[in-house]
């Protein structure tokens, strides 16, 4: 099946500083990336949708100045934390539809958690 | 109110065990209906789809029913490897955005 990779994996900073966080698809292009946030023991809370060669939509709620979106690629897309909080530590998710939207696919990256100190 | 509802669990069962969950949605903007697994730590993986007729996927029975606004999904002869959180998604006409659920814990006991 497809895969969707993140960058990186884990990754701890200091507060105020920003954080910027890859979302590839590997084998097969995605004009759509989602990016998702999990906090302990919650579940998964959609954050933007992101679209190639144009701006991401947000969520209510989600500020899209802290939380900068960029799918400059059919294959990537990056998140950027900026001035990050310990606030903003959490696990975060990137997934992307399939190309045959009759079979309702996503694929989800394997996730990269952010602590923030 | 959250758009997609679980239950709370934990649910702590033997091996063997039949367990069910039960899952409600608001949204009737909601079109397509999953159930994915998710392990400490890891991202969501999709167990299975839910479609209005019920689906069965060997030991997985999931079911929808799209009047009460309801999914359903019963795990037959549990194993321990069934320990994980149990995601309800829905996804809404017209594109890709998911909603999930806060998750069932299921804890499968030697």
């Known amino acids: 099946g497809a895969v969707v990779s993140q960058h990186p994996s884990w990754v701890i900073c200091k507060s105020g500083t920003s954080v910027k966080i890859e979302c590839r698809s590997l084998d097969f292009q995605a004009t759509t990336m989602f990016w998702y946030r999990q906090f302990p023991k919650q579940s998964l809370m959609l954050m933007a949708t992101?679209?190639?060669?144009?701006?991401?939509?947000?969520e209510q709620g989600v500020e899209k100045d802290k939380f900068l979106i960029n799918h400059a690629s059919l294959t990537l897309s990056t998140l950027t934390v900026t001035s990050a909080h310990p606030e903003d530590s959490s696990f975060y998710i990137c997934?992307?539809?399939?190309?045959?939207?009759?079979?309702?696919?996503?694929?989800f990256g394997p996730g990269t958690r952010l602590t923030v100190l | 109110r959250k758009e997609v509802e679980q239950d709370p669990g934990p649910f702590n069962v033997p091996e063997g065990a039949t367990v069910a969950f039960n899952c409600t949605y608001s949204?009737?903007?909601?079109?397509?209906f999953f159930w994915y697994r998710q392990d400490c730590r890891k991202e969501p993986k999709l167990l299975m789809s839910?479609?209005?007729s019920g689906n069965e996927d060997g030991r997985f029975t999931a079911q929808l029913n799209r009047a009460s606004q309801y999914i359903s999904l019963l795990i037959r002869d549990s194993k321990l490897s069934d320990s994980a959180t149990y995601l309800c998604?829905?996804?809404?006409?017209?594109?890709?955005?998911?909603?999930f659920g806060a998750g069932t814990r299921l804890f499968v006991k030697a």
């Open positions: 997934s992307a539809p399939g190309l045959d939207l009759r079979l309702n696919e996503q694929f």
């Open positions: 839910v479609y209005s």
């Open positions: 992101s679209n190639e060669g144009s701006k991401a939509t947000y």
């Open positions: 998604v829905v996804r809404h006409t017209g594109g890709f955005k998911t909603i």
């Open positions: 949204n009737s903007a909601s079109q397509s």
